[in-house]
C-alpha cells in the first residue's frame, strides 16, 4: 500500500491544497475528541548527540532512554538490559526491547555503526551539534534501507524541500556515512539520495518529547525525533483543528508506545482541511513565521496570521494578558458569541480569542493543546479535556495532574 492510500482513512483524504500541497481533509463529518489517525513510525532516532559535548570520553544522556522505544529508564528496573556490543552506550528496557532492537533499529551494523562514529569524536566535535543528529539520521535512514527496502522506499516518497540541506553538511556526511556501509552500498547510493534523505528528514519528522516539569519553564528537550509517514500529510495551522497525542512512558504492556494519535480538537464539517500546529499555539507572529521559515520553508497566512500581522510588537506581548482578561468575562451565556467570532465572524480584532480560552492548558508553563477525550458513542461527547504537552485531564468536575495514562489506553 502506498503512504498516499495508507493516510486516507475512512474519516480523511487527501487533496491537493492550492497554495498548500498535499494536505488531509475530512471525508465525514468529524466530532471533537474523534481519533482519526494513530500512526506508527518508519524509524526513530535518538534526539542526543554521539559526543557529550562537555566530555568526549562519555556518552550523551542518551541512556536515561530505552534505546529502541524511548521509554523512560529508571535505574532501580531489574529488567533493563545493555546491548551486549555497546553496554556502556545503548540500553533497553526489556530483553524483548533488546531482541526487537537487535533485528530492526539497533541491528549490529547500527552498532558497529555507531561506535565507528564515536570514534570520530574529534571530528564531531568540530562540527555543529545538528550536524551529529543528521548522522544519526542517516544511520537509522540507511540502515532501513537494508532491514526493510519498502520501507525505505516509503521515505523516499516523502516531501522533502530542495536546497534544504547545506551542501557542505551533505558532502561531509555522505563521506561519513559510506566509510560506514556495507560493501557494496545500496544502489543508487550518492550525495544527491543523502541530500534527499536529509531534506525528508527536516520537513518530515516528529519530537517525542521528555517528560513535562512545571519546573522547566516550558523549554522541553527532545529525546527523539520519529518519521511517521501518514502524520506527515498533516498542514499546519496556527490555530488547528486537530491535535496530536503520544504516550511514550505508558505501560510496557502496549508495545506501540511511540505510535503517535491524532483527535480532533472541535467538531469539523466534511471537506474541511485537518491541521496541526507544527509548534505550541503560544507563540507570537514573529516567532512562528521565523520558526516554519526556518525549519519548514514556508510562511503561513492562516487566518489567524492575516489577523496578527496587522499588530505592533506591543499587541503581541500582551496576548497573555488579554486571554486572561478574556477568561475573566467569559460564561456560559457569552459561549455562542465568542464561538462565532473564533471562527471568523466576528470581533476582528481577536478573532481567535475563543481557542485559546477553551483550548489551551493554563498549566503553568505548559501551553499544550486541549482535546476532548474520545467520545463514548455519536451520541455522548466527552466533556473531559486532555492536554497534549502535560497530559492534565479537566473539565468543571475533573482535574488530573498526573497524566491521561489511567484513564486514555493506547487500545481505545
Request: a negative charge.
Amino acid at each position: 500500500m502506498s503512504t498516499s492510500a495508507a493516510a486516507e482513512t475512512g474519516f480523511l483524504r487527501i487533496e491537493e491544497i492550492e497554495g498548500r500541497g498535499r494536505g488531509l481533509v475530512a471525508s465525514q463529518p468529524l466530532k471533537a475528541g474523534q481519533i482519526v489517525l494513530r500512526d506508527s513510525p518508519i524509524l526513530l532516532y535518538s534526539a542526543f548527540p554521539l559526543i557529550n559535548p562537555s566530555s568526549s570520553s562519555r556518552p550523551s544522556t542518551s541512556n536515561t532512554y530505552c534505546a529502541r522505544c524511548f521509554r523512560t529508564l529508571s535505574s532501580s528496573s531489574p529488567s533493563v538490559v545493555s546491548c551486549p556490543s555497546c553496554s556502556h552506550f545503548h540500553v533497553f528496557c526489556s530483553q524483548n526491547c533488546l531482541s526487537a532492537a537487535l533485528t530492526s533499529s539497533h541491528t549490529p551494523w547500527v552498532c558497529q555503526a555507531l561506535s565507528r562514529l564515536r570514534d570520530c569524536s574529534s571530528l564531531l566535535l568540530e562540527q555543529p551539534m545538528e550536524l551529529q543528529l543528521q548522522a544519526l539520521f542517516l544511520v537509522a535512514a540507511y540502515n532501513l534501507s537494508l532491514v526493510s527496502l519498502s520501507q525505505f522506499q516509503i521515505l523516499l516518497s516523502l516531501e522533502g524541500t530542495p536546497g534544504a540541506t547545506d551542501s557542505a553538511a551533505a558532502h561531509f556526511l555522505h563521506s561519513l556515512i559510506s566509510s560506514l556501509l556495507p560493501s557494496p552500498p545500496l544502489e543508487g547510493f550518492s550525495v544527491e539520495l543523502t541530500a534527499a534523505l536529509l531534506a525528508k528528514d527536516k520537513l518530515n519528522a516528529f519530537g517525542l518529547m521528555e517528560p513535562f516539569s512545571s519546573n522547566d519553564g516550558g523549554q522541553r528537550s527532545v529525546r527523539a525525533y520519529g518519521i511517521y509517514p501518514n502524520a506527515s500529510f498533516f498542514n499546519h495551522d496556527c490555530l488547528p483543528n486537530a491535535c496530536r497525542f503520544d504516550y511514550v512512558d505508558t505501560s510496557p504492556k502496549h508495545h506501540n508506545n511511540t505510535d503517535i494519535i491524532v483527535r480532533m480538537i472541535h467538531d469539523v464539517p466534511q471537506g474541511r482541511e485537518i491541521c496541526l500546529s507544527y509548534f505550541p499555539v503560544n507563540e507570537n507572529y514573529a516567532s512562528r513565521q521565523r520558526r516554519l521559515m526556518e525549519d519548514y520553508g514556508f510562511t503561513c497566512h492562516c487566518d489567524r496570521c492575516k489577523v496578527e500581522v496587522n499588530w505592533s510588537d506591543d499587541d503581541n506581548d500582551d496576548l497573555a494578558e488579554e486571554e486572561e482578561e478574556i477568561d475573566e468575562v467569559m460564561d456560559e451565556d457569552h459561549h455562542d458569541q465568542v464561538m462565532e467570532s473564533s471562527l471568523g465572524k466576528g470581533d476582528a480584532d481577536f478573532p481567535h480569542a475563543y481557542f485559546f480560552v477553551r483550548y489551551m492548558c493554563d498549566r503553568e508553563n505548559c501551553w499544550g493543546t486541549l482535546a476532548p477525550l474520545p467520545p463514548k458513542d455519536e451520541a455522548t461527547p466527552s466533556d473531559v479535556m486532555e492536554c497534549n504537552v502535560c497530559g492534565n485531564l479537566n473539565n468543571d468536575q475533573v482535574t488530573d495532574a498526573n497524566g491521561g495514562e489511567d484513564q486514555l489506553s493506547m487500545d481505545d
